[in-house]
T-cell receptor, first 112, second 115 residues
Framework: KQEVTQIPAALSVPEGENLVLNCSFT??????LQWFRQDPGKGLTSLLL?????REQTSGRLNASLDKSSGRSTLYIAASQPGDSATYLC???????????FGTGTRLKVLA | SAVISQKPSRDICQRGTSLTIQCQVD?????MFWYRQQPGQSLTLIAT?????????ESGFVIDKFPISRPNLTFSTLTVSNMSPEDSSIYLC????????????FGPGTRLTVL
């Protein structure tokens, strides 16, 4: 059974710092992996989608990497801003299905 | 991409009552899903809403408690029946586009509080 874990559960950093959020999954047979942002009381916004054949994806200050063999993905946020404060969720799409299995999330707070 | 709207955005309900949540997508989608996010927890898939047939429920969720309809390709409803305080959660609808089946788009969620 696929399980997705995110570490740390919460993170507080000063503005301008570069940071890394971690996601690990137990079954390497995945179709893709997606990073989402969730603002308090709101839905999810997709940040980056990495297909199983890809190693990384970049969007602006965000870079996500994928290492299927080790069951790990990282989300790198460069030059963090207070507006980046949110919960970041990692979700794995197991092969051949549309179902996503979500991680526990990392609650990020960027201090001005 | 797809824009997904949900109604209501939030509600406070009494124990024993039922609430129906609506989900509308602005594009034709192949699949629609309903998730629950309990306080402090991550998202858990409730069911897949199938057009023209009964929804497919995940382990731990049953049709009597969470009846789902999907009358067409762009609309679905989830009813939370006979509510108890344990049903207090955010309920999210998501959809996968016919043209982009490798990703899901999420609605803003419905925050439900049961007293």
């Amino acid at each position: 059974k696929q399980e997705v874990t995110q570490i740390p559960a919460a993170l507080s950093v000063p503005e301008g710092e570069n940071l890394v959020l971690n996601c690990s999954f137990t079954d390497s047979a995945i179709y893709n992996l997606q990073w989402f942002r969730q603002d308090p009381g709101k839905g999810l916004t997709s940040l980056l989608l990495i297909q199983s054949s890809q190693r990384e994806q970049t969007s602006g200050r965000l870079n996500a990497s994928l290492d299927k063999s080790s069951g790990r993905s990282t989300l790198y946020i460069a030059a963090s801003q207070p507006g980046d404060s949110a919960t970041y969720l990692c979700a794995v799409n197991p092969s051949g299905t549309y179902k996503y299995i979500f991680g526990t999330g990392t609650r990020l707070k960027v201090l001005a | 991409s797809a824009v997904i709207s949900q109604k209501p955005s939030r509600d406070i309900c009494q124990r024993g009552t039922s609430l129906t949540i609506q989900c509308q997508v602005d594009s034709q989608v192949t699949m629609m899903f309903w998730y629950r996010q309990q306080p402090g927890q991550s998202l858990t898939l409730i069911a897949t809403a199938n057009q023209g047939s009964e929804a497919t429920y995940e382990s731990g969720f049953v049709i009597d408690k969470f009846p789902i309809s999907r009358p067409n390709l762009t609309f679905s409803t989830l009813t939370v029946s006979n509510m108890s305080p344990e049903d207090s959660s955010i309920y999210l609808c998501s959809a996968a586009l016919i043209s982009r089946t490798d990703t899901q788009y999420f609605g803003p969620g419905t925050r439900l509080t049961v007293l």
